[in-house]
């Protein structure tokens, strides 16, 4: 169907602000879903309001490989491999 968009899953790193921010909510305003990566998750709040079971805040160190395994993998549980 020519027009049709499929509703896509993005794993953004720095959604509390910059560049980072503003495409996230680009994305979930037009329907997709974001697992959005933070070193503190209390700054994600609103947007886990506002958007539900379409935006899930992980914590991400880039530095801790540990880090980075495991909102990966978190990402993947919660969100499907799409």
Not at 29 to 44: E, F, I, N, S
């Amino acid at each position: 169907m020519k027009g049709f968009m499929t509703m896509k899953t993005w794993l953004i790193t720095g959604v509390s602000s910059g560049l980072g921010q503003e495409m996230t909510q680009q994305l979930l305003a037009r329907g997709d879903r974001v697992v959005g990566t933070v070193r503190k998750k209390d700054m994600l709040l609103d947007l886990e309001q506002r958007y539900g079971a379409n935006f899930h805040a992980a914590l991400l160190d880039l530095d801790d490989v540990t880090s980075i395994q495991t909102a990966v993998g978190k990402a993947f549980e919660q969100m499907g491999a799409d």
